[in-house]
């Protein structure tokens, strides 16, 4: 669940204005994709959710913690109920794939018992069955997203935050990861996608929110079709 209300953030070290007046709402259980240009403010968007930064003025509200107020000693705490994807993977290149996502367990202080339960739950879910004792260079980079998209959600978490997901997929592995999304989401998990990739956007025919110059120029189911990104 998400909040902002007239939210600005203005970066000290450029005066330059990122979010202007942002209001936005997003519910449990919805999927929402977050289009917009370079340098429409997607970034500092996604970093007021994932607590990387507070907002200059305004609330922002994160899965019931007030982002604006929150101490740094509950920043861990709040980030365990975001699940992050990147666009680069973040893997671990000497440990195999149970190990990759192993590790997000083993850092928030998991039992062996649970964590060997779960793994394997979490990897036949992505289609990454048989490939626990794989490293990362052996697997393609389709393989190589669902392993960081288990590892997001290995914990749990109530929100699944995917940024530029699909960006080094080819079009057929980039479809695909979104209908693993979309799965996720059916299963309960709210599902934030930031993505450029219009097709994939218009595939799905979900909520679509696009910013531009810091500001919210639409949201809505057809938000994105008469938006050019290019």
Do not use: W
Request: glycine fraction near 8%; hydrophobic fraction near 40%; aromatic fraction near 6%.
């Amino acid at each position: 669940m998400i909040r902002m209300k007239n939210v600005t953030e203005v970066y000290d070290s450029s005066d330059t204005v990122a979010l202007d007046g942002i209001d936005l709402k997003i519910d449990e259980g919805e999927f929402v994709f977050l289009v917009g240009p370079s340098g429409s403010g997607k970034t500092t968007l996604m970093k007021l959710i994932t607590g990387e930064v507070r907002p200059t003025n305004g609330t922002v509200i994160v899965n019931d913690f007030d982002m604006s107020k929150i101490r740094r000693r509950k920043l861990p705490k709040m980030r365990r109920t975001l699940g992050v994807v990147f666009q680069d993977y973040r893997l671990i290149d000497n440990m195999t794939v149970y190990d990759n996502v192993a590790f997000a367990m083993r850092v928030v202080g998991a039992r062996n018992k649970d964590i060997r339960k779960r793994v394997p739950y979490v990897l036949e879910l992505v289609g990454l069955e048989g490939r626990e004792k794989r490293l990362p260079n052996e697997l393609s980079g389709g393989e190589q997203q669902r392993v960081a998209i288990a590892r997001a959600l290995v914990n749990s978490p109530r929100m699944l935050v995917a940024d530029e997901p699909t960006g080094n997929l080819d079009p057929v592995r980039s479809l695909e990861l979104m209908l693993l999304f979309e799965k996720i989401n059916e299963m309960g998990t709210t599902v934030l996608v930031v993505t450029h990739e219009k097709e994939l956007v218009n595939a799905l025919a979900k909520r679509v929110i696009t910013i531009e110059d810091g500001h919210v120029i639409s949201d809505g189911m057809d938000g994105y079709y008469s938006y050019d990104l290019e």
